[in-house]
């Protein structure tokens, strides 16, 4: 079995509404392993549509 590249999303800004469906697109070879934007609304509506609530590392601090 393959396994699976681990990437981080740094930024839920404009360009993440065409990057991340392409990623969600890849589940099968990739897994989130991180979110890291200051909008905590943007943070918790992406994680929600990863299907993730924890305990995946989410930060809206610097």
Do not use: C, F, Y
């Amino acid at each position: 079995m393959q396994r699976k590249l681990r990437l981080a999303v740094v930024g839920l800004g404009r360009v993440s509404k065409s990057h991340l469906p392409a990623l969600r697109k890849l589940s099968d070879k990739i897994e989130l392993a991180a979110l890291v934007t200051r909008d905590e609304n943007k943070l918790r509506q992406e994680a929600g549509e990863w299907g993730r609530s924890g305990p995946i590392p989410l930060t809206t601090k610097r």
